[in-house]
């Protein structure tokens, strides 16, 4: 069987969905593993590194469609302008994996469906044990969290940590982190590291002892937060009335801080607003926001993605996809999460579809000829699949994400 890594096209992705230490277990699979040629160079890896590896590189995209499984970092939504070139280069029976933003972009996966190829989507992992090593969603975010937190030093008119110095005594930093789960307890620990003081909030509150394990002090809000926690730990959309609240409250916790990092966003839906342009104006001149929920409209009222807003003396980031700026290590980890999969689905050599297992399940999008996720056929408006029970999808996060990581307050 062949499997192909093919070069991301998406404008600034410089991500690789495998590297040359992730060639040799499928080799020893009984792989053959195609590389189309430059595909890792813009994280660091060369075509003879795969070559040294085992791998074949090939200089043609279409040849690398050719192959039996077909793996990349962004497909279908999570590159939409590519996917009108290189649909038709698929084919019946053939498989594609990698993060394709089904919730955001869910008419892409009706047209994968299509030509026949099984399209899954490494988002929906669902947040069980044996799929941790998995987890795209958690790896891109850690990668989010840590890198926000730098934009912001970077930004900030101050230094993060105390000093105390023959001119005087600096003050630390003050760093807000909203939504404590991945990315959030990632920007965290960075913002520790870098020595700044370190508050956070999440609607859930039980992530406060995590918080504090890493040295934040855990902000509480007089809400009702009883039902704020889904399936897979992941945070649901609260009522307006909620968001209402909490912007009031939060808006004080804001103005306290010299940089505010929030990771909040509702997979499939319009990222909450949890900062108003009126909370903005409250904060000091200098203050930074980086909003990595930005690419489903933010959780601040000013942001843009993937745009820097200087407004009030404040400066806001909207990044989208902060793993591809670091991508030698996002490709690590990303390699490894899709290497993982792979092999749960190899079985003597070959993929083997058991649609008894949630991993499988809850990752296939498309299946001889048919989107079958329920809640993306009902998202398209088309009827239930005989014997398809609905499940909840776990997609996010960080934060596209696919960094497109696409974000989340539980990612």
Same mark, same amino acid.
């Given at each position: 069987?062949?499997?192909?890594?093919?070069?991301?096209?998406?404008?600034?992705?410089?991500?690789?969905?495998?590297?040359?230490?992730?060639?040799?277990?499928?080799?020893?699979?009984?792989?053959?593993?195609?590389?189309?040629?430059?595909?890792?160079?813009?994280?660091?890896?060369?075509?003879?590194?795969?070559? $040294? *590896?085992? =791998?074949?590189?090939?200089?043609?995209?279409?040849?690398?469609? /050719?192959? &039996? !499984?077909?793996? +990349? @970092? #962004?497909?279908?939504?999570?590159?939409?302008?590519?996917?009108?070139?290189?649909?038709?280069?698929?084919?019946?029976?053939?498989?594609?994996?990698?993060?394709?933003?089904?919730?955001?972009?869910?008419?892409?996966?009706?047209?994968?469906?299509?030509?026949?190829?099984?399209?899954?989507?490494?988002?929906?992992?669902?947040?069980?044990?044996?799929?941790?090593?998995?987890?795209?969603?958690?790896?891109?975010?850690?990668?989010?969290?840590?890198?926000?937190?730098?934009?912001?030093?970077?930004?900030?008119?101050?230094?993060?940590?105390?000093?105390?110095?023959?001119?005087?005594?600096?003050?630390?930093?003050?760093?807000?982190?909203?939504?404590?789960?991945?990315?959030?307890? $990632? *920007?965290? =620990?960075?913002?520790?590291?870098?020595?700044?003081?370190?508050? /956070?909030? &999440? !609607?859930?509150? +039980? @992530? #406060?002892?995590?918080?504090?394990?890493?040295?934040?002090?855990?902000?509480?809000?007089?809400?009702?937060?009883?039902?704020?926690?889904?399936?897979?730990?992941?945070?649901?959309?609260?009522?307006?009335?909620?968001?209402?609240?909490?912007?009031?409250?939060?808006?004080?916790?804001?103005?306290?801080?010299?940089?505010?990092?929030?990771?909040?966003?509702?997979?499939?839906?319009?990222?909450?607003?949890?900062?108003?342009?009126?909370?903005?104006?409250?904060?000091?001149?200098?203050?930074?926001?980086?909003?990595?929920?930005?690419?489903?409209?933010?959780?601040?009222?000013?942001?843009?993605?993937?745009?820097?807003?200087?407004?009030?003396?404040?400066?806001?980031?909207?990044?989208?996809?902060?793993?591809?700026?670091?991508?030698?290590?996002?490709?690590?980890?990303?390699?490894?999460?899709?290497?993982?999969?792979?092999?749960?689905?190899?079985?003597?050599?070959?993929?083997?579809?058991?649609?008894?297992?949630?991993?499988?399940?809850?990752?296939?999008?498309?299946?001889?000829?048919?989107?079958?996720?329920?809640?993306?056929?009902?998202?398209?408006?088309?009827?239930?699949?005989?014997?398809?029970?609905?499940?909840?999808?776990?997609?996010?996060?960080?934060?596209?994400?696919?960094?497109?990581?696409?974000?989340?307050?539980?990612?």
């Amino acid at each position: 069987m062949k499997i192909a890594v093919v070069k991301e096209t998406f404008p600034g992705e410089r991500r690789v969905a495998l590297i040359p230490s992730a060639i040799a277990p499928l080799l020893k699979a009984g792989c053959e593993v195609l590389v189309q040629s430059e595909a890792g160079q813009s994280a660091g890896f060369l075509d003879a590194d795969y070559e $040294q *590896a085992g =791998a074949q590189i090939i200089a043609d995209r279409t040849a690398a469609f /050719a192959a &039996d !499984v077909v793996v +990349a @970092v #962004r497909f279908a939504g999570a590159d939409p302008d590519s996917l009108e070139h290189d649909l038709p280069r698929l084919r019946e029976g053939q498989i594609l994996i990698g993060s394709v933003d089904p919730l955001g972009y869910p008419e892409s996966v009706a047209k994968v469906s299509e030509t026949g190829a099984a399209l899954f989507g490494l988002e929906l992992i669902p947040r069980i044990t044996r799929a941790q090593s998995m987890d795209v969603l958690s790896s891109m975010a850690t990668i989010a969290g840590y890198r926000a937190v730098l934009l912001g030093a970077l930004e900030l008119p101050k230094m993060f940590p105390l000093m105390m110095t023959a001119a005087g005594t600096l003050s630390p930093a003050r760093v807000f982190v909203i939504g404590a789960g991945v990315a959030g307890l $990632q *920007a965290i =620990a960075t913002a520790r590291r870098l020595g700044a003081v370190v508050q /956070a909030y &999440d !609607v859930r509150p +039980a @992530v #406060r002892e995590q918080c504090e394990s890493l040295g934040a002090k855990f902000v509480e809000l007089p809400l009702e937060t009883g039902d704020s926690e889904g399936k897979g730990g992941y945070a649901k959309a609260m009522d307006e009335s909620f968001y209402q609240r909490q912007r009031q409250l939060m808006a004080e916790v804001v103005a306290e801080n010299d940089v505010v990092v929030t990771t909040a966003a509702i997979p499939g839906k319009k990222s909450p607003l949890l900062i108003t342009e009126d909370a903005v104006k409250g904060m000091q001149p200098g203050s930074v926001i980086v909003d990595l929920a930005a690419e489903r409209g933010g959780n601040c009222e000013l942001s843009q993605p993937d745009q820097r807003v200087d407004v009030h003396g404040v400066t806001i980031l909207g990044p989208t996809n902060l793993p591809a700026e670091v991508p030698n290590h996002a490709s690590q980890m990303y390699a490894k999460n899709v290497i993982t999969f792979l092999n749960h689905l190899l079985k003597d050599g070959e993929i083997q579809l058991d649609l008894s297992d949630e991993i499988t399940r809850d990752t296939l999008l498309t299946h001889d000829r048919q989107v079958v996720q329920s809640r993306l056929r009902e998202i398209l408006d088309l009827p239930p699949l005989e014997n398809n029970e609905p499940t909840e999808e776990s997609a996010e996060e960080p934060a596209s994400e696919s960094g497109s990581a696409k974000n989340e307050e539980s990612n």
